[in-house]
């Protein structure tokens, strides 16, 4: 029997709330292209009509690796949990 991720479950639940796909409201990344992770939630009906709109990542988002590994180095190590998986069957 194959084993479906609960992902799909919850693309529909995501679908179910009017959360779309970038295509249908243009809204692309920096590089003209559309993830298909990506979504968009439109909260007032036609707000991004007419507009080809583009996402950009804020500052913050540019984490260096290196302070993010001194810093943890300072914590107290936390025993490692188990993977968490989540099929539907």
Not at 11 to 22: A, G, T, Y
Not at 49 to 64: E, L, N
């Amino acid at each position: 029997m194959d084993m479906i991720p609960s992902s799909f479950s919850e693309v529909q639940q995501l679908c179910q709330s009017r959360i779309q796909k970038l295509q249908k409201y243009n809204v692309c990344i920096e590089n003209g292209k559309y993830p298909a992770a990506m979504m968009v939630k439109e909260l007032c009906s036609h707000a991004l009509d007419g507009h080809r709109w583009v996402y950009q990542d804020s500052p913050v988002m540019a984490i260096s690796e290196e302070e993010a590994e001194r810093y943890d180095a300072t914590l107290e190590p936390m025993e490692k949990m188990p993977a968490r998986r989540n099929f539907i069957f």
